[in-house]
């Protein structure tokens, strides 16, 4: 099948288009019903912002993995592994690694130490307003850069399902996406998040487990006849499936790749919207339990990328992939189409409508948590504890909230709209980047170093935040590449397109030469007890 027939198949398929319309109308539907029942039962700010800690380990263990398996993650990883190959995997180990990070340092000792957001934490032992503020600017900055991500695996899926070319179609996709992400959040707090996320989680595994079945069915369940197919189809041979197809070109693309390893793998920890779903559990043990849940369902997910990705390459051409979408963040979508019978079949449509409502449902869900982490941090930190001193009601707090939502969607929908041709993979590997520079060091300092003070949190938080943001406008990522966001302009100086490598050192050593530096005394009580209250869990919410 040549491009043309496919990409006509995938858009023009206009007998299936019904069928696929209702998938998605089933879908938005359902979860509209989950997120005003939800949003019915939210009656303070506990509720709004940690789902009144009803969760199990269980429950919430499916609702991170829900919320961590994004649009990145489905149709990102396996893009990247259908044009990459090995190289392209690398973001599946990446992303798994890093749970090991989350779990040992961050999971527990956050749970026990904070109430609502990393800001709570931070603020135990330092000056409150001016750590409140860098807290929820730095959150907010990575959930935008991380909504980019979401926002364009959107307009890329439902452009192809629907046939739309035009970029102002596109446009109106990512818009829809935002209005939607804004519904849940207003309406549905982090309970109806989380409800949305568990049912995404489930629909997520079934539909990958259904794709991978039918891809191995078609090579017998002969992984290695699958893998060479994969690499005859790919024109590059042996190397397809050998490191430095993508990172081994020249020493600065293996910069490149340590620089990407590194913010993967330090980057979950400092996550917004993986750290808030800590204090919806009762107890730490609880939150130890959902990351061990979690580590069993994305690493199972992860093991069945490879098979989506070297699927897709050993079912379609290089250039079918491209032509599709540049970056290959359809190749999963197309190989599902091409699984069920071609697009020309009913089998095909059905297979294609059935995927894409479940990275629909990925995106919807994803989004809703990072618009939930940054509104709450907005709320919280900045409007109760800075701008109103401490003096806001519960009330004016999820008032604020709701707003802020509604502004940040705004923001993303924007942003979203320009970032719509770029590999989601890539662009999830920033706000990883971002994340790590500028919340990780400020975390660990806090919970694990007692000399650490308000001077050294602010130098990191702003430092790594700036730093990282910096870098990556003045990166091929954004100027200078046909794959950039802006393909006709040329501003970059950084040869990196991950700014980790630079950054994430950056951000610790400005937080440890912040408080050396610093005139003022730590608070040696207020220390140890936050470490008895994140190590035992005596006095947590």
Known sequence: MNSTHLLAAAGDASEHRPLIITLFAVFVVATLVITVWAGRQTKDAADFYAGGRQFTGFQNGLAVSGDYMSAASFLGIAGAIALYGYDGFLYSIGFLVAWLVALLLVAEPLRNSGRYTMGDVLAYRMRQRPVRTAAGTSTIVVSIFYLLAQMAGAGV????????????GKIAIVALVGVLMIVYVTIGGMKGTTWVQMVKAVLLIAGTLLITFLILLKFDFNLSDLLGAAASNSDKGSSFLEPGLKYGLSETSKLDFISLGVALVLGTAGLPHILIRFYTVPTAKAARKSVNWA??????????????????????????????????????????????????STGGAILLAIISAVAFATILAVVAGLTLASSSSFAHDIYANVIRKGQATEKEEVRAARWATVLIGAVAIVLGAFARDLNVAGLVALAFAVAASANLPTILYSLFWKRFTTQGALWSIYGGLISSVVLVLFSPVVSGKETSMFKNADFYWFPLENPGLISIPLGFLLGWLGSLLSKEEPDKEKYAELEVRSLTGHGAH
């Open 157 to 168: 899926l439902v452009s192809l399902l629907l046939g739309i070319t035009s970029d102002s």
């Open 295 to 344: 580590i069993g369902i994305i690493g199972a997910f992860y093991l069945m990328t490879i098979v989506l990705g070297f699927g897709a390459a050993a079912l379609l051409s290089q250039t079918e992939i491209k032509e599709s979408n540049k970056a290959g963040n359809t190749a999963a979508p197309l190989a599902a189409m091409e699984v069920g019978g071609g697009g020309d």
